[in-house]
Every structure is written in C-alpha cells, then in structure tokens.
C-alpha cells in the first residue's frame, strides 16, 4: 500500500463545473498538507497549504482536510479550460520531506 | 520577487557519465529540497539542505549527493548515471521547516 493513495484519473469535466479532487493517506504523522497543480513541462505550482485539520479557501479553490479519516480534498468552483493541469496532493510530517499522491490529471472542456 | 531558478534546463549525458544541476532558492529562503520526479515513481525526496547542512534524505543510493552554499544557492551531483536516471529533477525552496515550499521549472536529465 503506498503512502499517499491519489486516483490518476484522467478526469473530464465542462466548463463551470465543480471539480473534487481527493487523496488517502496512512502515515498518521503527517499534520501537513498541500496541493500542487502541475501544468506539463513545468513544476509544480503552489495552490494550497494547510496544517492539521479543517478547511481552507482561496478564491475558487477550498481545500478540506479530515486527518481522523486520513483524508484531504481539494473544490475547484466555477472550473476554467485553463484549470486543466495536473493536481497533485503533498503531505509531510513537519521535515520538509513532502510525499506526494501520483497526480490527478484533469481537463475542463469549454 | 524572483522564483526558483534551476540550471540548466534539458541535459543529455551517455551513462557512466556524472552531471551536477544548479538550484538558486527564492530570496530569504534557506532550506532547499531536491525530488526526482518519473512517470513510474511520481515525485519522491532525494534530500533537504538548510543552511549548508544536510537535514533530511530519502532512499535514493549514494550516488545521488548534494551540497549547499553559504548563499543557499544548492547543487545536486549525480554520478555514474545509469538509464533508470532520466527524469524531471526538482528543486524546492522554503524559508524553513514547517513553511510552503515552491519549485523551480525542473531540470530535464536524460540519460542514453
């Protein structure tokens, strides 16, 4: 079983939809969580960073994290073609080691 | 507010060979991580460096080391490349343990 369990997809959604993005996790040290959205031939680009549980928004972005379950998500609301990337969940025990899910390829057709 | 600079960006090297790739850390930032990243494996830690010293490191063998100056500006070595290492080589720059962390664009290795 692997540390961070994220489905690879890929996803398809239309334009202006919500999209649900979810990952697993076993290690019950972690206590840091974040989301990183991956366009290709680029590096990972920020989106989220939360500590322990409870939710987080920013803009169209919310992301929930339920550690009693070891369970994270991130919402995109209102999705735009340009949100189409690949989204990959993060998660550390507090060392700066992150590990991370496998990525979430997602496309929003207009 | 410059970003994560990694040089160069695409590498080609015949294995047997060695390659050091380059990692300037945003501004203030002092720790700096490294992470292999394959279509096989995903993303995984090679090693974290803060202020010059070596803090943490993943299970990747001995012939993948690093190093970190005195202006946090870090470098990775890879020696007697093997074909296994071609990959997407990322650095990530945070102000210190428990902060956000940001990448850099990658290095491209490619191994023949």
């Known amino acids: 079983q692997k540390e961070v369990e994220q489905d690879p997809g890929p996803l398809s959604v239309p334009e202006g939809a919500i999209v649900s993005l979810n990952c697993t996790y076993s290690?019950?040290?972690?206590?840091?969580f974040m989301w990183y959205r991956q366009y290709s031939r680029k590096g990972p680009e920020l989106l989220m960073y939360?500590?322990?549980?409870g939710n987080k928004e920013d803009g169209r972005f919310t992301a929930q994290v339920d550690k009693s379950s070891k369970y994270i998500s991130l919402f995109i609301r209102d999705s735009q073609p340009s949100d189409s990337a690949t989204y990959l969940c993060?998660?550390?025990?507090?060392?700066?080691?992150?590990?991370f899910g496998a990525g979430t390829r997602l496309t929003v057709k207009p | 507010k410059a970003g994560v600079t990694q040089t160069p960006r695409y590498l080609i090297k015949t294995r047997g060979q060695q390659v050091t790739l380059s990692c300037s850390p945003i501004?203030?930032?002092?720790?700096v991580s490294w992470y292999q990243q394959t279509p096989g494996q995903g993303l995984q830690f090679l090693f974290e460096?803060?202020?010059?010293?070596?803090?943490n490191k993943g299970n990747f063998p001995g012939r993948f080391s690093g190093r970190q100056f005195s202006n946090s500006r870090s470098e990775m070595n890879v020696s007697t490349l093997e074909l296994g290492d071609s990959a997407l080589y990322l650095c990530?720059?945070?102000?210190?343990?428990?902060?956000?962390?940001?990448f850099g664009q990658g290095t491209r290795l490619t191994v023949v």
């Open positions: 990530a720059s945070s102000r210190d343990v428990n902060t956000e962390a940001f």
């Open positions: 290690n019950s040290a972690f206590q840091y």
């Open positions: 939360t500590y322990s549980s």
């Open positions: 993060a998660m550390s025990a507090g060392n700066n080691d992150m590990r």
């Open positions: 501004s203030g930032h002092r720790s």
């Open positions: 460096y803060f202020s010059e010293t070596q803090r």
